[in-house]
């Protein structure tokens, strides 16, 4: 007959072991204290160690792996005392208990939930049954036996399907935080209930607020970003028979992104970074030439070579509707470089040139 599991009691280890066939080694944990400042989370017996990197969330912190190898341990919490007369009349200060192994210091608040014999007896309201989480759990991927439940709070481990993801019994019923733990100047708990405890060993045994199912493995969520329209800068120069146009939209995605010509229209489909795009259509102020123009997708930017149907000055890039000032003129340049606009060439159209 196979021998009952156990949960190991170490901090850092918490897996399940057959007392009879685990060795004396078969246990990884921190043998030290947990340590919690300016955010950071470690462990000080292995803060110096090489490669040691403090967590900033509290998955993280679960993950440190332990830096020392032992036998499991099964430990009993020890009954609580009873509250002597004294203990219940005792001032809500924090007074310290002592201290651990390294140094730090250990403080108790030193309440009594038990109320005095003075006081009148009030009649308790009905606490309402914990609020059912949807399920996030992904059944289509297979756990392995012993698993941790993910769920902030439980410590409930993975025995089979049956039993601890598709049955109704105590096996499957998960009693977690949903909200993620704080940490404030040595006071300890989770955001989304009030119990506070002062130890960290107090800490671990505040149950959860709210019941649900286990999540063992956490469901894939859509990698479709939400689409954001921009409308990057855009500048120009012409040259005699081209216009350059240059549209400033970093990490453009040329795999996915397009540039339309038509006769007197440009169509811009640029897909950028966390979601965004680009959707942008530019009225051109004389037509163009759509199988010579050109386009390039670089680091910062989309360089356009429009190539002119009619070798003439543009006065703007796009069509508008507004009256212009007299003498308004859109000048002329060439063959610049990267971070420039114009050219040290002057390029004069033929009437010019004849002069």
């Known amino acids: ?53 403090p967590a900033l969330d509290w998955e993280g912190f679960q993950a440190i792996p332990g830096c020392t190898t032992g036998q499991h341990m099964t430990k009993a919490p020890a009954p609580k005392p009873a509250p002597s007369p004294a203990a219940s009349s005792s001032s809500s200060t924090p007074r310290n208990v002592g201290t651990t192994s390294d140094g730090k210091e250990v403080y108790s608040t030193g309440l009594s939930a038990k109320p005095s014999a003075s006081e009148p007896s009030r009649t308790s309201t009905p606490v309402p049954p ?93 990698t479709d970003p939400v689409q954001e329209l921009v409308k990057p800068r855009i500048d120009h120069y012409q040259t005699l028979d081209k216009v350059h146009v240059s549209v400033f939209a970093k990490k453009v995605d040329a795999s996915s992104s397009e540039v339309k010509f038509e006769d007197e229209k440009v169509h811009l489909q640029l897909n950028l970074p966390d979601g965004k795009r680009c959707i942008q259509s530019l009225d051109l102020w004389a037509p163009i030439d759509p199988s010579t123009s050109t386009y390039k997708v670089l680091g910062t930017k989309v360089d356009i070579v429009l190539v002119k149907q009619q070798p003439k000055s543009w006065t703007l890039l796009e069509k508008t509707a507004a009256e212009l000032p007299a003498g308004f003129g859109f000048t002329f340049s060439a063959g610049g470089r990267t971070g420039t606009t114009g050219a040290k060439d002057l390029v004069l159209d033929p009437n010019n040139l004849a002069k």
């Open 130 to 222: 914990p609020k059912v989480e949807e399920d996030e759990d992904d059944p289509s991927v297979p756990v392995a036996e012993g698993s941790r439940c993910l769920r902030n709070g439980c410590k409930v481990t993975f025995i089979n399907d049956e039993e601890s993801r598709n049955g109704d019994g105590e096996s499957a019923k998960c009693v977690y935080h949903p909200k993620a733990p704080i940490f404030h100047e040595g006071s300890k708990g989770y955001q989304c209930c009030k119990p506070k405890v002062l130890e960290f060993e107090e800490f671990l045994k505040i149950q959860g607020c709210k019941t649900g199912r286990h999540v063992f493995v956490k469901k894939a969520k859509s």
């Open 1 to 53: 007959m196979a021998s009952e599991l156990l949960k190991c009691s170490r901090p850092g280890c918490g897996k399940m072991y057959d007392p009879k066939t685990a060795g004396a080694n078969s246990c990884v944990y921190h043998p030290g204290q947990p340590i919690f400042h300016e955010g950071l989370k470690s462990w000080n017996c292995c803060q110096d160690l090489p490669g040691h990197k």
